[in-house]
Structures are given as structure tokens and as C-alpha cells.
């Protein structure tokens, strides 16, 4: 079965940074595009940044020039470089490996990330 999981969560201060990173098991990531999306409490789920299968990567404006998304797709990974962390970063963070074409989708649980003084 397909196991997606994200690590690398915790609490930070800011200004600090930390990174993320998703595991894949089970499924071959080299044709699949992935991405990370996040929900802070009370405010619906908004993607990050993504990355497709031929290396396009796309930001939210909101974390545009401080977050970096990225992907191994031999060692089956994706990661989420986070730098300059505001509170406004404070939020579970989702990892989803997905194809369009094949309108298919897996999800990690989400690993909590804080930012706070």
C-alpha cells in the first residue's frame, strides 16, 4: 500500500528555519508530480509549492524567495526547504503526490510546524 509521510516538523522561532521532508513507499514518483500544501487553524488548506515530474516548480506568493521545493526521485523524496519563518507559517504542512492526467492522489498526514517567540 502507498505510504506517504512527512517529518521534519517542530517549532521554531522566527526569523529561523526548518525543512521538510516527505518519504514515499510503494510508489514510483519519477512520472508523478508533487507538492506541499498546508492548513493553519480556522483557515482552509492552501498550497505552498509544487513541483512536477520534469522539475517545474511553482510558490505561493506568500512564501515566494523563502521556501525552496524539491524532489529525489530515486531515493523517492520530496522536501520543502523553509527559511526566513514568520507565525504566519504556523501550520500542519501536507505533502501530496498526485498526477492530473491520471486524476490520481495520495496524501501524507501532515506533520505540525510552529513558529513562535
Known amino acids: 500500500q502507498v505510504q506517504i509521510v512527512e517529518s521534519g516538523g517542530g517549532l521554531v522561532q522566527p526569523g529561523g528555519s526548518l525543512r521538510l521532508t516527505c518519504t514515499v513507499a510503494?510508489?514510483?514518483?519519477?512520472?508523478?508530480?508533487m507538492g506541499w500544501y498546508r492548513q493553519a487553524p480556522e483557515k482552509e488548506r492552501e498550497v505552498v509549492a509544487s513541483?512536477?515530474?520534469?522539475?517545474?516548480?511553482t510558490y505561493a506568493d506568500s512564501v515566494k524567495g523563502r521556501f525552496q521545493i524539491s524532489r529525489d526521485n530515486v531515493g523517492a523524496t520530496g522536501g520543502l526547504e523553509m527559511n526566513v519563518l514568520n507565525p504566519n507559517d504556523t501550520a500542519v504542512y501536507y505533502c501530496?503526490?498526485?498526477?492530473?492526467?491520471?486524476?490520481?492522489?495520495?496524501w501524507g498526514q501532515g506533520t505540525q510546524v510552529t513558529v513562535s517567540s
Open positions: 501530496k503526490v498526485y498526477s492530473d492526467s491520471l486524476r490520481l492522489q495520495w
Open positions: 510503494r510508489l514510483n514518483i519519477r512520472n508523478l508530480d
Open positions: 513541483i512536477r515530474s520534469d522539475g517545474t516548480t
